[in-house]
């Protein structure tokens, strides 16, 4: 089996070829932007934001599953280049759709929340009505449309408040502007649960597994949509709060900031966010067989690889 890795330099690349069983599954093809890796050496090139450039690579490869780590995800840019954030979300995802269907392969294709409203008071099902607030939401829900309407077998996996040890995240902007300032301001009123990228790579290979097992009768049930996040719920407040006590209790940090509610409307962003950020994961555990748990396990062990890398 043939893997093509796009986005392999971002956040979820990145935890994708730090993957200890992913090479085990077969050839992994690494591809970023410019072709140069973080982790070291050379891969491909894939340009997203050149959609028509993609064929000619995926011609070359060849690969038996597509792996799409890569995305527009300036959620305030967006705003000013929905153009670019469409190119890059929607039609690159519907070209690498369209290469699939002609050569029976597979995309495993990445998706947020942020295609919802957040007008709900309940975890969003899969099948709920979508309602984008913003450009960087309606450029995501083009890709998942252009994705189905390829006809190739897929599986679109919406995650949402994804965070690592490495890369840009609200963990190492937290730990950052925690060791510089002994007071922090942070929004109350947005709920979600924060989902690490080991978790949302651990249960995505779970989900290859299952599929190259199933008959085509059972890879027709699984292909489409699927909520992969961890467990639980919380609030951005609640999340630096969380942060911050296990940082400190596990030795990374020397003490913990005072960390002070506030609304969204006290802290105005160029795009609106989801107020209501929770989705229904039981259908992915139950289809793939796989428990994501609560947040707070994974925030544990994000901490811990901190202090082993010594971030």
């Known amino acids: 089996m043939r893997l093509l890795l796009l986005g392999a330099n971002g956040q979820l690349g990145r935890t994708f070829l730090e993957h200890a069983g992913l090479n085990a599954r077969g050839e992994v093809i690494a591809a970023s932007r410019d072709g140069m890796l973080t982790t070291g050496g050379r891969g491909e090139i894939a340009d997203l934001a050149e959609p028509t450039s993609l064929p000619v690579l995926l011609d070359r490869v060849r690969p038996d599953v597509i792996i799409n780590a890569a995305a527009y995800t300036a959620v305030d840019r967006a705003e000013q280049e929905e153009a670019l954030a469409t190119r890059v979300n929607g039609e690159a995802v519907g070209v690498l759709g369209a290469w699939a269907a002609a050569h029976d392969a597979l995309v495993m294709h990445y998706s947020t929340d942020y295609v919802f409203d957040g007008s709900q008071s309940q975890p969003y099902a899969v099948d709920a009505p979508t309602g984008p607030l913003g450009a960087y939401g309606r450029s995501k829900l083009a890709g998942e449309q252009a994705l189905r309407d390829s006809g190739a077998h897929h ?135 796989y428990p994501l748990p609560d947040w707070q396990h994974g925030l544990g062990e994000v901490i811990r690889q901190l202090i082993t890398s010594g971030s």
């Not at 990228?197 to 085509?216: E, G, K, M, P, Y």
């Not at 900031?257 to 107020?275: G, K, L, M, Y």
């Open 155 to 289: 599986l679109t996996l919406r995650t949402a408040w994804v965070y690592a040890a490495h890369g840009h995240n609200f963990l190492r902007t937290m730990l950052r502007l925690g060791a510089e300032r002994e007071e922090l301001r942070v929004v109350a009123d947005q709920h979600g649960a924060p989902t690490d990228t080991t978790l949302i790579v651990n249960a995505s290979v779970a989900a290859l597994d299952r599929w190259q097992d199933a008959d085509a009768a059972r890879r027709r049930q699984l292909s489409g949509t699927h909520h992969l996040v961890a467990s639980g719920a919380t609030t951005w407040h609640g999340f630096a709060s969380a942060i911050f006590e296990q940082a400190a209790a596990q030795g990374l940090i020397p003490r913990q900031p005072h960390v002070v509610p506030i609304t969204s409307a006290e802290f105005p962003t160029p795009a609106v966010r989801p107020a209501w950020s929770l989705l229904d994961n039981r259908g992915f555990q139950r289809h793939f067989d």
